[in-house]
């Protein structure tokens, strides 16, 4: 039972324009959400997270919004590079579990940017 | 300041065989996680260390799967006998000492572990 899913497996945007990327989550229990980044043959690296307790987290040419109460998020990238063109994954903690809590992903969406 | 490194980078055995995945954190983290990525699907939480001890190994698939991390350093991953279905990119993270939930989990390169 996958708890946090990004639907959209690839996504193909022109450089300059905005990239919208999409997560939703299922378990009512996360209250912690992050992006990170993934360049081939490379490990996951941090790029922007948020709290439930707010609705948009801004560093940048990222932006990632937070619905709760449709238990949506998406990662905004404005303006696109091609330097950006990596594989994004969405991933949530749960709520205070007395320690650095596990992280849950989603399957990741590949991102292109193109010229 | 050395990032986590794993090793080998990538691995390829047969059914039935034994591999031992290796990695060591950044110094002084006490926080070591291990996470598995089958082609194409999420990444997927397999246990998390504090120091030498088990705090949650709650995603560790079977008992063919056996984490150690002796004296809090490095850990090993061994996997003996594998199966096909283990084959997959597998992450070690770690986190500084007191780290909390809402602190960055820095990630290896990964290990490529492919099953014939």
């Known amino acids: 039972d996958q708890q946090v899913k990004q639907n959209s497996p690839s996504l193909s945007v022109q450089e300059g324009r905005i990239s919208i990327l999409n997560c939703d989550y299922t378990?009512?229990?996360?209250?912690?959400f992050l992006w990170y980044k993934k360049y081939p043959a490379e490990g996951p690296t941090f790029l922007i997270s948020?709290?439930?307790?707010?609705d948009k987290n801004e560093d940048g040419r990222f932006t990632v919004f937070l619905n709760k109460s449709a238990k949506h998020l998406s990662l905004h990238i404005v303006p696109s590079q091609p330097g950006d063109s990596a594989v994004y994954f969405c991933?949530?903690?749960?709520?205070?579990?007395?320690?650095?809590?596990?992280?849950?992903f989603g399957t990741g969406t590949r991102l292109q940017v193109t010229l | 300041e050395a990032g986590v490194t794993q090793f080998p980078s990538h691995s390829v055995i047969e059914k039935g065989q034994t591999v031992t995945l290796r990695c060591d954190p950044i110094s002084g983290h006490d926080n070591l996680y291990w996470y598995r990525r089958v082609m194409g699907k999420e990444i997927k939480f397999l246990l998390h260390?504090?120091?030498?001890?088990?705090?949650?190994e709650s995603g560790m698939p079977n008992n063919r799967f056996l984490a150690e991390r002796t004296g809090g350093t490095y850990s090993t991953l061994k996997v003996q006998p594998a199966e096909l279905e283990d084959s997959g990119v597998y992450f070690c993270?770690?986190?500084?000492?007191?780290?909390?939930?809402?602190?960055?989990?820095?990630f290896g390169p990964g290990t490529r572990l492919t099953v014939l």
């Open positions: 948020i709290s439930s307790i707010k």
């Open positions: 378990n009512s229990m996360f209250d912690y």
């Open positions: 260390f504090v120091k030498e001890s088990k705090q949650d």
């Open positions: 993270a770690s986190l500084p000492r007191g780290g909390k939930r809402t602190d960055t989990q820095y």
């Open positions: 991933a949530a903690s749960p709520k205070y579990t007395g320690t650095a809590s596990k992280l849950t």
